[in-house]
C-alpha cells in the first residue's frame, strides 16, 4: 500500500495544473460492491511534464506497465491516446482480491478491430460484446468507443457483470467518497479494510502498539488527493467512527512523524516539516504542503526508496 500511495504522489507531481480527474459514467458502471480501492490519474498532464516520463517509469505499478505494452501490441500509444486511466481492487466473495482498470482515451476501436482481424484473433462472445486477448494474460472489452476495460478475464467478466446487472455495484458510501475526492488531477479512496492497511504500513512499528489495535476497527475509510496549482499539496482525510479514535490516531501519527524528524535524513527532516496532521471531530486530516524542490528532495531519500518498490 505505501508503494501505491509513493507512486500516487510521485506521479502526480509530475502534473503541470490542477486538472480534475472525475471518473467517467461508464466506469462508475463497473464498480463492484466490494471496492477495496481506486485510483484515478489524468494521464493527459504526465506527457508535458519536464522529465515526466523517466519518473513515470521509475515509479508505475507493474500491472500499468504491462497495460501499457498490451496498449501498444494493439495500435494505441498509451503517451498520446491515453486520457485518463482508473484502477480497481475489490475483494470476492471468497475472499480474494482482484483488479481491473478503465482507460479513457482516443481508441478508435475499428482501427484496434482491424488488427485482431488481421491477425485472425478470434474475441470471446460475453453477452452482448466481446472480450479481447491484449497479451501478458489480460482481456479487453470497450465499454463505448472512449473507453477500455481490462484485466484478468475473470476481473473483466466481474466488471461486466456489474453494469449488466448480473452483480452488486458500489456502496453509497464508496461512491459518496468518490465524489469527494475527484476534484483532483489524481486521487483515490478506500474502503475499511483498506485503509487500516494503509495506517498500518505508513505507522511501521508504531502500529503494534496497542493503542492502534484499540483503534484499527473503527477506521471507517479514506481518500486523498493532490492539488498542484501552487507546488505539492497532498490531503489525506480518515473517516473514524469517533472523536475519540480520530485524536487517538492523530497522536499515533504525530508521535511516527517526530521519530523520522529526530532520525530520518536530511531530505526526509526537510519533508517532514511539511506535513501536518490533526483531527477534526470524527475525521482526521493529514497535510503534505511544499514546493517542488522539497518534494524532489524527498524522493532522493532512503524513505522515498524503502516504500517506492
Not at 51 to 76: I, W, Y
Request: charged share 25%; hydrophobic share 40%.
Amino acid at each position: 500500500m505505501k508503494a501505491v500511495w509513493t507512486a500516487l504522489i510521485c506521479l502526480c507531481a509530475l502534473c503541470g495544473g490542477a486538472i480534475a480527474a472525475p471518473l467517467g459514467t461508464n466506469t462508475r458502471t463497473v464498480l463492484p460492491a466490494q471496492l477495496q480501492q481506486v485510483i484515478s490519474v489524468d494521464y493527459r498532464s504526465l506527457r508535458n511534464a519536464r522529465s515526466g516520463m523517466a519518473l513515470k517509469d521509475r515509479v508505475l505499478p507493474d500491472n500499468l506497465k504491462t497495460f501499457e505494452t498490451s496498449l501498444r501490441r494493439l495500435g494505441v500509444n498509451p503517451d498520446a491516446d491515453v486520457e485518463q486511466l482508473t484502477f480497481v481492487s475489490y475483494r470476492t466473495p471468497n475472499a480474494m482480491t482482484r483488479t481491473f482498470g478503465v482507460a479513457i482515451g482516443q481508441f478508435e476501436p475499428k482501427r484496434v478491430l482491424a488488427r485482431f482481424k488481421a491477425r485472425k484473433t478470434r474475441g470471446e462472445k460475453y453477452r452482448d460484446g466481446y472480450l479481447w486477448p491484449a497479451g501478458s494474460g489480460f482481456a479487453m472489452s470497450f465499454l463505448d468507443d472512449n473507453t477500455m476495460l481490462f484485466g484478468e478475464t475473470t476481473a473483466v467478466k466481474d466488471g461486466l457483470d456489474v453494469r449488466d446487472g448480473e452483480q452488486r455495484g458500489a456502496s453509497a458510501e464508496m461512491l459518496q467518497r468518490i465524489s469527494d475526492a475527484e476534484a483532483g488531477p489524481m486521487w483515490s479512496v478506500l474502503d475499511q479494510q483498506g485503509t487500516q492497511n494503509m495506517l498500518q504500513s505508513v505507522l511501521g512499528e508504531a502500529s503494534a502498539l496497542s493503542e492502534y489495535d484499540m483503534i484499527k476497527k473503527r477506521l471507517m475509510g479514506s481518500r486523498y488527493t493532490l492539488d498542484l496549482q501552487h507546488g505539492v499539496d497532498f490531503d489525506l482525510n480518515v473517516e473514524t467512527s469517533d472523536s475519540f479514535t480520530a485524536g487517538t490516531l492523530s497522536a499515533l501519527l504525530n508521535a511516527a512523524l517526530l521519530y523520522k524528524q529526530t532520525f530520518g535524513s536530511a531530505a526526509e527532516k526537510s519533508a517532514m516539516e511539511s506535513m501536518a496532521i490533526n483531527s477534526d471531530s470524527s475525521r482526521l486530516e493529514l497535510k503534505f504542503k511544499a514546493d517542488d524542490s522539497k518534494f524532489q528532495a524527498l524522493m532522493k531519500s532512503e524513505l522515498f526508496r524503502a516504500v517506492s518498490r
